[in-house]
């Protein structure tokens, strides 16, 4: 059991990295020059940062649901059963969060303006350490 929580852990602090590495790089890009302002249409970019606040808002429901869906069917008092759920159910939220904070580094690229991408990146990062799952202690 311990070894499935260490590695979801380690899947999760991934899934965190990789937005922290895309922000890294556009800061790279920004500081170097290499994003200049790029006109947009306007509804373009805003329909990205929507579908973003979408899954952002979404994953903490999508991790219920499916926690929900593995209770109905029943854990029977299978620990390792409730730990595959949890462990599904938590990865999938993350990967909503991390799409999301793609999305923003998607943005940015288009429209030459990097908040988009700290914006987003940062709002995932953030719900990804609230939700992160911690060691409680040795079982």
């Given amino acids: 059991m311990d070894r499935s929580r ?11 990295l990789s937005v922290v590495v895309v922000n890294v790089v556009l800061t790279v890009l920004w500081l170097s020059g290499s994003l200049p302002p790029k006109p947009q249409p306007q ?24 926690l929900k869906r593995y209770e109905a069917e029943g854990f029977d008092g299978d620990r390792d059963r409730f730990l595959i759920a949890l462990s599904t159910a938590t990865i999938v939220a993350f990967a909503l969060r991390e799409v999301a904070g793609l999305l923003g580094f998607v943005l940015a690229l288009l429209t030459g303006n990097p908040w988009w991408s ?9 719900a990804m350490f609230v939700d992160r799952p911690v060691d409680q202690g040795p079982k």
Avoid at 6 to 16: P, S
Avoid at 50 to 55: C, E, F, K, Q, T
Wanted: proline fraction near 5%.
């Fill in 43 to 66: 509804a373009g970019p805003l329909a990205l940062f929507a579908v973003s606040l979408v899954l952002l808002v979404a994953a903490p429901a999508v991790k219920r649901a499916i």
């Fill in 118 to 126: 700290w914006g987003l990146g940062g709002a995932a990062l953030l």
């Fill in 6 to 16: 260490r590695r979801l852990q380690i899947v999760c602090g991934t899934t965190a």
